[in-house]
């Protein structure tokens, strides 16, 4: 899985490590 946020990639890695992802989990929720 690869998270891309405005255009640049913000994180790669397989689901679980992505969902434990503190930056993922930010740009999602907008915090």
Same mark, same amino acid.
Do not use: D, F
């Given at each position: ?7 640049? &990639? ?5 689901? &679980? ?15």
């Amino acid at each position: 899985i690869i998270v891309m946020s405005y255009g640049s &990639k913000l994180a790669e890695g397989n689901a &679980k490590s992505i969902r434990n992802n503190t930056a993922v989990v930010n740009a999602y929720l907008g915090n």
